[in-house]
Structures are given as C-alpha cells and as structure tokens.
C-alpha cells in the first residue's frame, strides 16, 4: 500500500478533523495494529479516506469493503485511488473471504458475510447494527458505538444538520412554514427536530415512548402515539414531507397502507432499513429509500464525524488489549472525555445530548 499516494490525497481535503489527525500521529510512531488483519465496512466516502489513513500508518493490513445499501454508491474517485495505491478493495461482500482479526463495521453487515472468520474481535458503528450485534452469539468482544454519548455528535448533530441541508439541496430550498412528520425521537430524530426548528418548519413528533413524547411536547413540538389513528394519519397528509429516524424496518406500513398516504407528501428515510416497508416502492421515496444525507458530497460534515471516526478505529487496541467479552459499550475513555475535548474545541453547548 502507498501510503503516501493516500496522504497526498487527503492533504487536499476542506475541513477540519484534528481527533483523526492526532491518531494518525500517535499510530505513525507506535505502529500499534502491525500485522493484524482488519476488515472496514462503512461508506466508502471522501470522509471515509480520512479515517483509513490512521489505519495505514498503524500497520494494519486492511481490506477495505463498502456498505450494501440500496441506493447508496461508493464514492468511485476514492474506489480508484485506493486501488491505484495498492490497497486490498472489494466492494462485492460476496467475494470478501478468510479469516481476519478484527472487524470495523456498519449495520451489522460482516457476521453476514459467508466466507469470512473474525478471529479478536468487531466494533459497530450504529444503530442500526446494535440489535444484531447484541444477539451475536460469541464470546468476542463487540464494542458499540451506538451505546455512547459520543455517537451523538453525530447521529444528533451531525444527521440532523445533513438531513436539512439534503432537503434543502434535493427536496426544497424553503422549510419556514412547511409541516414535517418525523417518526422516532432519539439522537437521529432529535437532531433533524433541532435543525429543522432552526428553519421554521412545524413540526409532528411520532414515537412510542412516553418520556420521549413529553420531550418533544415540553420543545414545542406537536405528538403522536406510533400507532394507526386516524389523527396520525391526518397529520402525515397535512404534512409537506414524513421523516422516519426509528431504526425500526417497516414501521410505517405496518400502521398504514401506502394508499393511505397522499401522493403529494415527500417520504423521506433516515435509517440504514427501510423503514417505509416493501409494500412502498423505492422510487415512492426519496433517494430510493437509502438516507437522504447519503445523496450529498458530505453525507456528513467532517468536524462532526471525526471523533466518531477515531474511536471507531481506537476500539482495535482495546480488542487487542484483551479484557473484554461479548456486547459492551464504547471505552469509558473514548467516550465523555472525547466529547468534552470536542465540545470546548468547537464551543458547542452540548448539554442537551439525548437518548
């Protein structure tokens, strides 16, 4: 691998990434992860090279996948210049095969794949993986990204910012005003609530739980009950667009028919499922179902991205460490303290983060 070609690559990267950077340092010097075998299965993304490059100069020897989603392509100038530089890249998991020591993964997508051994250990970075994850039979470690409040820098302000700026880009430029349904309320959909707010839009909030309810009603925000009433589903077609963040898979067809719901209302998905359910076609909602956010250049912006993209790869010297067994939340250490570094160097308030 030409580690230098990939360098050069990103020294050309607009954004900022400084928990990123300081790993690579450490990494360069330390070579913790020399000879071990890692297999990386998230968005292959321009932001996603910024996070390899740590792993390089650690030692590791990579095979870099991407994620199967429908409706979400890798980024082929990142594809290209990994290949160019020497780097072992298959983006088909059908073709992914052997035995490989740790995991770095999205959705829960490598226990699946057929052919491949994890032999240390695998570290999930979101929701959506977590219940699969927490279900996997084995003694290995599995750190979840998802079990933090790290996570919400990204899933709470990083989603919900890049959820915005896609509906402005894609759907409508002007949100004051227009009425939204946005299923689910923890970090994805507080997030998308918070930056929608900022634009004016008016809001529905639908989810099952008590306690997240009378959050959303306490901001202002008007409720639902997830379930098929006829005053939910008035509020969907009184709506400009329907926004799921629930992590659950077909929800909102099993409480409505798609002919229940007007043809004029957008449906938006901000899940890694379908959250609309097969009964809805992919060409019924936006992005053919895939993210929104994942339509745009930066599906996240960097600086909200970059502390995740660390721990994410920091977690392969707690695996190699030893010491921990079965599902587990992130390091005590590569949590609070990251999000406090974050947080003054940013000055962002972020005592409002939520679960």
Not at 278 to 299: H, Q, W
Request: charged letters at 20%.
């Amino acid at each position: 691998m030409d580690i230098e070609k990939l360098q050069r690559f990103n020294s050309a990267y607009e954004g900022e990434y400084p928990f990123l950077q300081e790993l690579g340092s450490q990494w360069a010097r330390s070579k913790p992860l020399e000879g071990f075998r890692i297999l990386h299965n998230i968005p292959l993304t321009r932001e996603t090279m910024l996070k390899l490059e740590p792993l390089y100069l650690a030692g590791a020897e990579l095979t870099v996948t991407h994620l199967k989603l429908p409706g979400l392509a890798p980024k082929m100038e990142c594809a290209d210049l990994l290949r160019e530089a020497g780097a072992d890249i298959e983006l088909d998991h059908d073709r992914i095969s052997g035995e490989y020591d740790i995991a770095l993964d999205c959705c829960a997508q490598i226990p699946s794949m057929k052919n491949v051994t994890i032999r240390r250990g695998y570290v999930e970075l979101t929701q959506s993986g977590t219940p699969a994850y927490s279900k996997l039979n084995t003694t290995l470690p599995i750190y979840s990204l998802d079990l933090s409040k790290l996570k919400c820098l990204e899933g709470m302000f990083g989603t919900g910012e890049a959820c915005v700026r896609a509906i402005k880009q894609f759907i409508e430029p002007e949100l004051s005003g227009r009425k939204f349904v946005v299923f689910g309320y923890g970090k994805v959909g507080r997030g998308i609530t918070r930056y929608l707010s900022r634009e004016g839009a008016e809001i529905t909030v639908v989810d099952s739980n008590p306690t997240h309810l009378e959050h959303a009603a306490a901001t202002g925000h008007a409720t639902e009950r997830s379930a098929g009433s006829p005053t939910l589903l008035e509020a969907i077609n009184d709506a400009f667009a329907v926004i799921t963040a629930t992590g659950h898979p077909g929800l909102v067809q099993e409480l409505f028919s798609p002919s229940d719901i007007s043809d004029d209302v957008h449906l938006i998905n901000m899940g890694a499922d379908d959250e609309f359910g097969e009964g809805f076609p992919i060409s019924r909602v936006a992005a053919n179902k895939a993210p929104l956010n994942f339509m745009l250049d930066s599906p996240t912006v960097m600086f909200f991205i970059d502390p995740i993209f660390a721990a994410h790869n920091r977690c392969c010297e707690h695996i190699l460490a030893g010491g921990a067994s079965g599902f587990t939340a992130l390091p005590a250490a590569l949590d609070m303290p990251v999000v406090e570094a974050w947080s003054k160097r940013y000055n962002i308030d972020v005592s409002d983060i939520h679960y």
